[in-house]
């Protein structure tokens, strides 16, 4: 049982993967703990469906090993597929049918009994606040409805381990916070969930862990916290009430730089929590009083166009 709990929900080792000449995976290693978030990011073309293919058995990959809810991708697919549900970044819903018909479907495929399947639509259409559009055909959705409800049919199956390829690009920001709060209510029921996005605020407010591709490579792989403080910028804003505050502050920190001119200092720091309290005891040594003081970290933007050197890795192939 606790071997169970404790294997990880996803473990690749050196995937590769080519189309043709053209080198996509280049070798990449991740682990995901069971009941995480774990979040994989890529400018467009970096390889990021293409790893959820193969994570997802809809790909083989042509090296390398990969563990999906204990099982091997290649070699236990069924297992796999039996585990895990995939939101792909293309809907998977049938447009000519209503929101009800979809679930029906999904439910016929994971051979659930048709009282079975009645049931688990019913409570997913409440679930996911579609209960009046159920019999109204998706065509007629809003593209918010239709990726609650390509969400929803993920969930028919009841999966450990869930593929979430872009959830909500092109959502809105209210359905992309109530997609948000669907991801943090199926993690906080033990689900793991595998999610890729170019919505870097989206990987920082849900993932716990967060692996960035390019060039075929893992390039960086941590919480979102660890990302922001591998790049420089960061820095302690310190505000003081008058002058003579200020000069002192000055005279006992060297590195600061007075921003503009404001009553204020930027101190170059990591933010860490270290970092911190010793800026803070030396300020308090010489008794200087600080009005305000806020960390400024760099977002995961400021991350991504460091890592990712602002390449695009798209490419064309017929
Ligand atoms: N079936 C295929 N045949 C040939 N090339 C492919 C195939 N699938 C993907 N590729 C190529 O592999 C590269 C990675 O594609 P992939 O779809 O994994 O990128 P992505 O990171 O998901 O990009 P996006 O952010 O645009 O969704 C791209 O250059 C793409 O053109
Ligand atoms: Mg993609």
């Known amino acids: 049982m606790t071997s169970q709990h404790n294997r990880p929900a996803i473990a690749v080792t050196g995937l590769r993967k080519s189309f043709g000449d053209h080198l996509v995976l280049d070798g990449i290693d991740l682990t995901v703990p069971p009941g995480t978030v774990f979040s994989l990011l890529g400018a467009n073309g970096a390889g990021k469906t293409t790893t959820v293919k193969i994570l997802t058995t809809l790909n083989r990959a042509d090296a390398g090993e990969a563990r999906v809810a204990g099982h091997d991708v290649a070699r236990e697919p069924d297992a796999v597929r039996a585990a895990i549900g995939v939101t792909g970044q293309f809907s998977a819903v049938d447009k000519l049918l209503n929101g009800a018909e979809n679930l029906r479907l999904m439910a016929d495929l994971h051979h659930l009994s048709r009282a079975e399947g009645r049931e688990r639509a019913g409570r997913l259409l409440e679930r996911f606040d579609l ?41 809105d920001p209210r359905s992309r916070r109530e997609m948000w709060q669907i991801v943090r209510d199926l993690v906080a029921d033990g689900v793991t969930v595998f999610l890729t996005t170019q919505y ?63 009553l204020a200092l930027r101190v170059p720091s990591d933010g860490s929590l270290t970092a911190l309290k010793t800026l803070i ?18 977002d995961l933007d400021d991350v991504f166009l460091a890592l990712t050197g602002n390449r695009t890795t798209e490419r064309v192939t017929n």
């Open 281 to 298: 005891d030396r300020l308090d040594e010489r008794a200087v009083k600080v009005d305000e003081m806020s960390v400024h970290t760099p």
């Open 131 to 171: 209960t009046d559009a159920a019999r109204k055909p998706a065509a007629t959705y809003s593209g918010g409805m239709l990726r609650r409800l390509d969400l929803a049919m993920t969930l028919v199956g009841n999966p450990q381990v869930i593929f979430l390829d872009e959830p909500t690009t092109g959502l």
């Open 200 to 262: 870097l605020d989206e990987a920082d407010e849900l993932a716990d862990r967060i692996a960035v591709l390019d060039g075929g490579r893992v390039v960086a792989e941590g919480t979102a916290e660890e990302l922001k403080r591998r790049i420089p910028g960061g820095h302690v804003r310190l505000h003081f009430a008058g002058e003579d505050q200020l000069d002192a502050a000055r005279r006992v920190l060297g590195q600061a730089t007075r921003e503009g001119d404001a």
